[in-house]
């Protein structure tokens, strides 16, 4: 906090006088500025001490000159006499008091620097004074985290730092530890907050949310290394100066480093998570689906797409993000839903070669990893970046056929749908349905339309071509005859 111009008149060996304005001398010295202009406000920006002789001041412009200065928020006005005026101009000293304008007479003797150089040691020592109060509470913090409560310490030391109250929560917003008064109204108030920082993760999005009101002021903080692991809150009833800024940095960082442990807690996520797949790939859904829960993880629902990643392993983990991911033998195995599968497609294949299995139920999830193994396979062979088992499947059967014959068959069964007036929507559905297995809410979600929408199409789909859809011999033919197309 910047001294007040009580305590720099109060300095003696300045001599300065108070003409106008004593009650306002309260007010903060954020620097002294020396100017003769009859306007110096475009030059200043509020909270100086503004120094002149008064070398263009008189009775005529005396009270603008007061104006423009308190328009602009200066802290005050001192008037060197001696040099231009013998005394303070007495319409100055009226305007002054009108304004409520401290005015402060600067003997002949008393060089303005004088003042610079006093003003410049006190904002010096106070900068220095809060880095001394900002490194004594960082060591209170760091030895409040070496505590047996460890997180919980650093939470309650905080709070007692800051004089307001402070929350430790896991990531699902639960609160695990709060003190201050206020602390545990302030929870549930903050869960839309913790939300948003939920979906910008990963996104470049702000490392923490400010948040005011008239009555508070509120810093929340994810907690996590590689992802978000928790959050904690201050709350204050006053602006956070920059001390506790720093305050509130230092406690973020020890609450990280007492939730990763480490290294270790990441490190016994993963072997849970192996476990869990192996557990799912035997056909026990509703168990793994229970040992992650318990673990404050969770597992997708609905169609699913398993993903195997070949390449840096601890560069696909940290690249999947929250994506259920889970490093086996020599590659990651990642299970997403169907829905987000070209996302994680995209974040993922600038670290290594993809085989991407077809959708595929929860039950089902060693039918996808064997389809995902096959692609990935084929993936390395031929040293692409991704591989879909669908593409795979359609390339080694494409290979057999005569490609004249095949182009004529497809021309043939798929003319119905070119000619109809909306083929493209027809030609597009048919093909995500193929592609999904003939799960409609996939396929539809694929295409970014309702389900009735598509089974509309289908339906259309099908008197046109004149065929079962749920033939799978038919299903066969056409999907031969749209690979064909392409």
């Known amino acids: 906090m910047a001294p007040t111009l009580r305590t720099v008149v109060r300095r003696l060996s300045l001599k300065l006088g108070v003409l106008s304005g004593q009650d306002a001398l309260d007010r903060p ?146 609160v695990r530890h709060a003190t201050g008064r206020g602390a545990a109204v302030a929870a549930e108030g903050l869960r839309p907050e913790l939300e948003r920082l939920r979906k910008s993760e990963g996104r470049g999005a702000p490392a923490s949310l400010a948040l005011s009101t008239p009555l508070e ?5 994810p907690l996590g290394a590689r992802r978000i692991r928790g959050f904690f809150a201050v709350g204050l009833e006053r602006p956070f100066t920059p001390v506790a800024h720093t305050v509130v940095n230092a406690a973020g960082s020890l609450l990280t480093l007492a939730i990763e442990h480490g290294g270790e807690h990441l490190a016994a996520e993963r072997r849970v998570r192996s476990a869990v797949l192996r557990l799912l790939l035997a056909g026990q859904v509703q168990a793994g689906r229970e040992t992650l829960e318990r673990l404050g993880d969770g597992f997708p629902c609905g169609p699913l797409v398993v993903i195997a990643a070949g390449g840096d392993g601890e560069a696909v983990l940290e690249a999947a993000g929250n994506e259920f991911a889970a490093a086996d033998e020599d590659r990651v195995v990642l299970v997403v839903p169907a829905g987000r599968a ?16 077809a959708t595929v139920s929860p039950e089902d999830l060693r039918t996808g990893l064997e389809q995902a193994d096959r692609a990935l396979a084929s993936a390395r062979r031929g040293a692409v970046p991704v591989m879909r088992f669908a593409d795979l499947a359609g390339q080694s059967l494409m290979s057999l056929l005569d490609p004249d014959v095949t182009a004529a068959f497809s021309s043939a069964l798929l003319a119905p749908l070119r000619e109809h007036g909306s083929r493209a929507d027809l030609l597009a559905s048919l093909r ?55």
């Open 217 to 221: 002021h509120v810093i929340v903080q």
């Open 432 to 486: 995500a349905y193929l592609e999904c297995n003939g799960h409609w809410d996939a396929a539809a979600q694929r295409l970014g339309v309702h389900r009735h929408t598509l089974r509309y199409r289908m339906r259309r789909a099908a008197e046109l071509l004149g065929r079962d859809l749920d033939d799978p011999a038919v299903r066969a033919e056409l999907w031969v005859a749209l690979a064909v197309a392409d």
């Open 342 to 357: 070209d996302t994680v497609v995209s974040a993922l294949r600038d670290h290594g070669p993809l085989g991407v299995g």
């Open 29 to 174: 010295v954020r620097w002294v500025a020396v100017s003769e202009l009859e306007d110096p406000t475009p030059f200043l920006e509020g909270g100086e001490l503004v120094l002149t002789t008064g070398m263009r001041l008189d009775a005529r412009n005396a009270g603008s000159y007061v104006d423009r200065l308190v328009g602009r928020e200066v802290t005050g006005l001192g008037f060197g006499i001696g040099l231009g005026h013998e005394k303070i101009p007495a319409a100055l000293v009226d305007a002054a008091a009108r304004a409520g304008l401290p005015l402060i007479e600067v003997p002949r003797d008393t060089p303005f620097v004088a003042i610079g150089k006093v003003v410049s040691e006190l904002l010096a020592a106070e900068q220095y004074d809060e880095i001394s109060r900002a490194f004594a509470a960082q060591g209170r913090l760091t030895r409040a985290a070496l505590r047996p409560e460890g997180p919980q310490a650093v939470i309650d030391r905080l709070a007692r730092e800051l004089g307001g109250w402070a929350l430790l929560l896991d990531e699902a917003g639960a």
